[in-house]
């Protein structure tokens, strides 16, 4: 379009008021651009895996409360006595796939703070169960085979250079107990999975607890993980422990995978919710600036718009070009701040061992990422609105009177 | 009359209005400009110049009165339909040159023609002949802050005839220039009424910016209480075009042969 150069020099007549402007949108677009995808990563995660059809059984009282390992033979054998045969079986075996999952949350090493996730699992069912989590054959056989063994996440085993072979001490924070584990293999999965966690034997804490004089921690399994045959058969099954638990010092309650996530994601929630009334709030706050930005442009350049006008040009192509210009400022802070956001998505294994397994993946989906940009245009659109539509309507001869 | 005329004023009256109160600025005034012709306005400040340059150059609209100029009633016109006109037709010169800062010169003498269907190419050649007609070749890519006064004035004329328009308005277009830069502007508003046969309405306060015009009128309290036709031509300068670099021409001819017809 071939007014689009004088448009161009008009955004940048004044440099700093329009970088300004530009850069509080891109600041604004990058935040709520990174928040609505890490939030949409999230619920995406919770989504998928729902088709797993895993329930994890806690203390009624919170997952900080553990639940007695006895529990886990009296879930089979309540499974049976009721004839629901929830629990997934093994096809080669026919062994009830349900494990112990023990959050150990130790030191690795001599490290202050280990932000990944460490669990005490049964090695014989944990991959049956997690089938998205792959792991070599040998490998596994290992970790079936040796009592000490460990298996790492692939992004955990880059971070801290693991190798199979390697021994990988835990310190005991919440257990008196340190393991003395060794890495047997690798495990890997899809790229918004916790691989940055590792997993180990459970039997092997436990007796290490048991052996201690005192024993205290021992026997308990933190949670229990199951996979049912069928999402059909969830509900009964949750029902059946919870019933069978009730009134009892180990109440427990009984939910799916996605649930159990879910209940991490409930603090979050609240935020996702003040998040978003912010959003609109900075929203507003950026059509008023923008708005500002913009009127105080077209208010030093009343007269120039008066001797167009002059020349000929009619109300529609001045409220166009204004509008414009108050676009293409805006639509650049957005491009530059879903930009930045895309850039932080790819270089989110920087960022994501904070999140301490949480946060693990980022992907800016292309809907919230058109959603950045699009507002960001909008804002220009709204926001220059005004004076643009003032500028249009100023009387000619006013504005050629107007000395500025 | 030999030729026609290009401009028409009958009964025309405007006043402003601030808060109730009525400010009456032209009452009922009648003027005919011939097509050719070099007017001059005159007269003490506030008296309605501006405001009747503005109803004759279609950006205003008299409170009563009609205003014809190339048979065309522009009281009839609606906005838009007087924005194309002064587009095609007007070509404006202001006394601070109004050029757009951000522009180079050439953007600057280019910018009416974004209104008109003209491609790229011709609309730079367009604007490259207009800026030589001004004397200004070779500054093309100056910027208005590198240009002096008289410079930005030409810049400015440029900008004006660069649609070809019949006729030409001018408010005080040397107010803001020393003698010889005035000299120059007024060398080439000469040229353009005289070898480009624009229509022209200058407004002034220099009595001798007025004398170069083909005809002198004065306005006070809303009439045109003298219209005197110059019975003697001013004496061509034509050693100070020389010296200024403009092409000498018979300047008394012109004028004498124009005199002619109009008697
Ligand atoms: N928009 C307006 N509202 C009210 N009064 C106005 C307006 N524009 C002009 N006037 C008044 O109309 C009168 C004529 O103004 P105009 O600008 O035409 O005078 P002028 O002859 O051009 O004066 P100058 O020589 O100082 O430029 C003045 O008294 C002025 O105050
Ligand atoms: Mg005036």
Redesign the pocket.
């Known amino acids: 379009m071939k007014f689009l150069g004088y448009i161009l020099r008009n955004a940048r007549r004044n440099p700093v008021r329009s970088l300004l402007t530009i850069g509080s949108i891109a600041v604004c677009g990058f935040l709520t651009v990174a928040m609505l995808s890490l939030f949409s990563s999230a619920d995406q995660l919770r989504e998928e895996v729902k088709g797993y059809d895993r329930v994890i059984v806690m203390s009624s009282q919170g997952f900080a409360q553990p639940v007695p390992i006895a529990l886990k033979n009296e879930i089979i054998a309540l499974d049976q006595a009721r004839g629901l045969n929830a629990i997934a079986r093994r096809a080669a075996d026919g062994k009830p796939l349900i494990s112990p999952f023990s959050w150990f949350g130790g030191k690795y090493k001599d490290e202050q703070l280990s932000l990944f996730a460490q669990f005490g699992i049964d090695p014989d069912v944990f991959f049956d169960i997690y089938t998205e989590l792959t792991l070599p054959a040998d490998q596994l056989a290992a970790f079936k085979a040796r009592p000490d063994a460990v298996v790492v996440g692939r992004k955990l085993a880059a971070d801290k250079k693991i190798a199979v072979g390697d021994k990988f001490p835990l310190k005991g924070e919440i257990y008196n107990y340190d393991l003395d584990l060794t890495v047997v293999g690798i495990f890997d999965g899809p790229e918004n999975r916790d691989l940055r966690s590792c997993y180990f034997n459970w039997d092997y804490l436990n007796e290490g607890l048991l052996s201690k004089a005192s024993g205290v921690g021992a026997n308990n399994a933190g949670t229990i993980l199951i996979k049912c045959a069928s999402t059909a058969l969830i509900p009964p099954l949750c029902q059946a422990i919870d019933q069978a638990t009730a009134n009892s010092d180990r109440a427990t309650k009984s939910q799916t995978e996605d649930a159990f996530i879910g209940q991490f994601a409930e603090f979050t929630k609240d935020l996702q919710t003040y998040i978003n009334l912010l959003g609109v709030a900075v929203a507003f706050a950026l059509l008023i600036i923008c708005g500002v930005a913009m009127a105080m442009s077209m208010r030093e350049r009343t007269r120039e718009v008066a001797v167009l006008r002059a020349i000929g040009f009619r109300k529609p192509q001045i409220l166009g070009m204004v509008l414009a210009e108050a676009v293409l400022i805006a639509g650049l802070g957005g491009l530059i701040g879903t930009g930045t956001a895309l850039l932080l998505s790819k270089n989110w294994d920087a960022i994501a061992p904070l999140t301490m397994g949480f946060f693990p993946y980022l992907r800016i989906p292309p809907q919230v990422a058109l959603a950045g940009i699009a507002g960001s245009l909008l804002i220009g659109l709204i926001g220059g609105y005004w004076p643009a539509l003032r500028a249009a309507s100023i009387p000619v ?2 504005g050629l ?1 107007k000395v500025v | 009359m030999g030729r026609p005329p290009a401009i028409i004023l009958r009964q025309v009256s405007k006043e ?1 209005r ?1 808060d109730q109160i009525r ?1 009456p ?1 032209l009452s009922r005034l009648d003027l005919t400009v011939a097509e050719g012709e070099f007017l001059a306005l005159m ?10 340059l503005n109803l004759i150059a279609g950006l205003d609209r008299p409170t009563s009165g009609e205003i014809i100029v190339h048979d065309l009633d522009l009281t009839r016109l609606s906005d838009s339909q007087i924005s194309r006109w002064r587009s095609d037709h007007v070509g404006f010169i202001f006394q601070t040159y109004n050029l757009i800062p951000v522009l180079r010169a050439d953007e600057n003498v280019e910018l009416p023609l974004l209104l008109t269907k003209l491609s790229r190419r011709e609309r730079r050649q367009r604007a490259r002949t207009a800026l030589r007609i001004v004397g200004l070749e070779g500054r093309e890519d100056h910027y208005p802050r590198q240009l002096s006064g008289g410079q930005e004035q030409r810049v400015a004329i440029a900008r004006a005839i660069v649609t070809d328009p019949y006729l030409l308005v001018a ?2 277009p040397t107010g803001d220039l020393d003698r010889q830069s005035a000299e120059e502007i007024l060398n080439l508003m000469e040229q353009l009424n005289r070898e480009f046969e624009k229509t022209i309405v200058m ?1 002034t ?1 220099d009595p001798n910016a007025a004398k170069r015009a083909t005809r002198i009128l004065h ?1 006070d309290k809303g009439q045109l209480v003298d219209d005197v036709t110059r019975a003697e031509p001013s004496p061509p300068k034509v050693a100070e075009s020389a010296a200024s670099g403009d092409p000498p021409y018979v300047a008394d001819l012109d004028t004498a042969r124009r005199q002619e017809a109009r008697l």
Do not use: F, N, Q, W
């Open positions: 001869v006013d009177r | 402003y601030r400010i600025v007269g003490p400040s506030g008296s309605g110049k501006t405001t009747l408010d005080e407004v306060h306005l």
